[in-house]
């Protein structure tokens, strides 16, 4: 675990996940539609595994693409992200 500033942690504790949470402080339930994850696998960030082990436990499954190489905010690839998410919503629509 890594510690980030004040009160934030990042890393693969028991219980940490990386998703959102509801205003109550509780896991946020997936969305009841089809969904994607875009992550790169050299986010210093988040760690890769970390997000699909919770993307594993999650229904419906979401879609997940990994850009090889790409940081966590994505620097000098966001023209390959948006190409992603919108070949997404062409097969999801």
Do not use: K
Request: charged residues 15%; hydrophobic residues 45%; glycine residues 10%.
């Amino acid at each position: 675990m890594t510690r980030v500033g004040t009160g934030l942690s990042l890393g693969s504790e028991p219980g940490w996940t990386p998703g959102a949470t509801s205003r109550s402080g509780s896991p946020a339930a997936p969305p009841a539609c089809p969904w994607l994850i875009v992550h790169g696998d050299a986010d210093e960030v988040v760690p890769l595994e970390a997000v699909r082990a919770w993307a594993d436990t999650l229904s419906p499954a979401p879609q997940m693409r990994v850009l090889p190489g790409a940081s966590h905010f994505f620097h000098g690839r966001l023209n390959e992200l948006r190409d992603v998410v919108l070949a997404f919503m062409a097969r999801s629509a």
